[in-house]
């Protein structure tokens, strides 16, 4: 694949212009951190974002990863997807946050591999608001638990949530978002925890989620190109499926 690196640096600055224009429209005078979602994309694609000055990769499937990660030194690598429990010996150490621990299980199976490694995983628990069964992540309703179990881990650090938003015009998913930024109030407040992340808002709702709190957001399509998005700051509809 030929990398068109003048046409990746142009939509990286156009993303960046519209995360700091949504960040202004609200007051807010914190950052909000890029994460690239590159599952698709061959290692010279990552070389290229990387050099157009984002640090912060993403992948959601283990075996496609791995020769990436062997391939691309300096990347500050995130896990997005659906992990595992038999694949998290792969995952930890390697990777800057795993955005989608959602289950008990998972929780110990990282916590076992961290303690065995000798190192600190930072972690986000995924939240399934819409409760749509295609998608991972814990139901509102278990959060606290699994928090609390998290928080009780020495190995993990659970710094805050992630959430996809549904499919939907622009007024759903913003309440999407605004609803998890409150959860993550509530469980923080109630928990006696830090939670500071919300990792929300993909590339045709991101600047919705960062007017309602996102502090990371995920995109692919915005950067590498594909199938169009909706920009969900007019109105549209969301795209079937998780991609960034």
Sequence with gaps: MTVDEQELARAVSVVRRRIQEALERVGRRDSVRLVAVTKGQ?????????????????????????????????????????????????????????????????????????????????????????????????????????????????????????????????????????????LRDDWAHRLGLELPELSMGMSEDYPLAVEEGATMVRIGRALFGGEAAPDLCGEGKRPQGGEA
């Design 42 to 182: 061959p290692a010279a694609m990552v070389q290229a974002v990387l050099r157009a000055g984002v640090q912060d990769v993403a992948e959601n499937r283990v075996q496609q990863w791995l020769p990436k990660l062997a391939a691309v030194p300096g990347a500050r690598w995130h896990f997005v997807g659906r992990l595992q429990s038999n694949k998290v010996h792969a995952v930890v150490g390697r990777v800057a946050l795993v955005h989608s621990v959602d289950r008990p299980s998972l929780a110990q199976a990282l916590q076992r591999v961290a303690e065995r490694q000798g190192v600190i995983q930072p972690v986000l628990v995924q939240v399934n608001l819409a409760r749509n069964s295609g998608q991972g992540g814990v139901l509102p309703e278990a959060g606290p638990e699994l928090l609390g179990l998290l928080a009780r881990m020495p190995h993990l650090r659970v710094l805050g949530l992630m959430t996809i938003a549904p499919r939907g015009g622009s007024a759903e998913v913003r309440a999407h978002f605004a609803a998890l930024r409150r």
